[in-house]
DNA sequence: TGTTCAGATATGTATATACGTCTATGGCAT
DNA sequence: ATGCCATAGACGTATATACATATCTGAACA
């Protein structure tokens, strides 16, 4: 229906250029990118031209790009990532609203290579897997979390359950897709209304608003955090 | 219990600067910020990094440009804002997946003040206003709508419902605050669940995944699109 | 009185250039 | 072999400059 018309500006162009040839298959997942300067040589526009597209492309999840090593193709959302993201409560008392929260259930899980990778741990390593409701005023929000905490004491499980700062968190929720600008909004479903045993399934209904501030995509398996200790290794071809 | 620190990089001190400006209220909502070159003169940065800052906290949603007009601080999010989106249809049909639809009503309004400036359109003209169900191969998405179409006709009601392309579509939903990049995710609640009669609510807890495309906000009375007839007049405080 | 048009102003884009920072690599000394 | 270090490569930021585009204003004009 609607035509793929070429951009006006030559960063758009340059987006395009680059994504016409991921659509394509010429440049695979995890394939690694030209270089900004290959670029200005291939195309002949300035570097910060070809940085802007590049930027642009990153916030939108196409690719993945690290000082000192290079860009390339991210994977497509499979709708599951995990996002470093800011912690919820933080969020909600920042913006006014009272925080509460529950401890659904908490268990200890080995890290997989994943998770190594992601939190810069060895795997093996004990990370804590929670579910947890936490409350802005009294509008329920469940969230699964990964995370790992050398401070973490088994009693706060029937207490009301503030993450401490220094932990870096990993949420598995929906994830990015080609977007300019985020929101993210939850609903509570028909589960959790079970889980909280609400009666007044209409008291579900009012939307429960979080917003991102930090969605880079930590790529499963194929790249780590800038200052890891974990090389990339072969993964990638040059 | 986090301090505010100060950006390591100049773009980041700008927004930070302006940022603080608005926070401690001495630019209020609707007010015109100085210009780029005023900035550049004030702070003693390049125009290219005010002006990298302010196209970041336009992404943001602090604040509103318009070319040939000026910067303005925006309204703070309610969390219901206007957005422009592009045809939800078409965004599944694109991604490869079987889009089917049901109206589940369907009315006319009259366009009070905010709606014909989101229009263009004048005070008291008749809008479509829609509450439709979108289905992304089996995955119900409820979408509530108010558009304005000359070529729409009441049969349609009964059948599926493809919106066409050349209507203007206002999406009311939870609107954006502070964020880099956008995702947004709808679960399916307990009242879509009634309203879909559907007697397995497992069901519906797969996530629905939509993404932004344009997520311009359209400030209600404040501001008016580019291209619009209408004059901005005496709104603003310079 | 209403219209047109030129200029001023403000933002949008593009380039060339320079320097900073991070990472990977390969050589050298231990 | 192991560790240290210099270097090259790649991305991040900042500036100065120029031109393009959109909007508003006010003066000239019919």
């Known amino acids: 229906m609607s035509d793929t018309i070429r951009p006006p500006t030559r960063y758009g162009q340059v987006k395009q250029y680059i994504l016409d040839r991921i659509q394509s298959g010429e440049w695979e997942v995890g394939c690694r990118l030209p270089s900004e300067s290959a670029f200005v040589e291939t195309l002949g526009v300035s570097r910060m031209t070809v940085h802007r597209a590049l930027r642009e ?14 860009t390339f193709v991210s994977a497509p959302s499979t709708g599951a990532e995990l996002l470093e993201l800011r912690d919820i409560a933080d969020d909600i008392v920042a913006s006014g609203h009272i925080h509460r929260s529950r401890i659904v259930s908490l268990d200890t899980i080995r890290a997989d290579m994943d998770l190594a990778i992601a939190f810069d741990q060895r795997p093996g390593t004990r990370l804590f897997h929670s579910v947890i409701v936490h409350y802005e005023d009294d509008i329920p929000l469940q969230v699964e979390e990964r995370f790992v905490s050398p401070h973490f004491a088994p009693d706060y499980l029937d207490q009301d359950f503030s993450i401490a700062h220094p932990h870096r968190h990993l949420y598995r929720i929906a994830g990015p897709e080609e977007v300019e600008h985020v929101v993210f909004a939850i609903t509570p479903t028909a589960h959790i209304c079970d889980l909280l045993e ?6 579900c209904l009012q939307l429960v608003r979080r917003t991102w501030v930090d969605s880079r995509v930590v790529m499963k398996g194929i790249f ?6 974990y090389s990339l290794g072969g993964r990638y071809r040059p």
Not at 61 to 67: F, L
Not at 198 to 203: K, S, V
């Open 57 to 70: 492309l990153t916030s939108e999840g196409v690719v993945t790009r690290a000082q000192g090593v290079g």
């Open 224 to 229: 780590t955090y800038p200052g890891s200790r």
């Open 198 to 203: 609400l009666d007044a399934p209409e008291a």
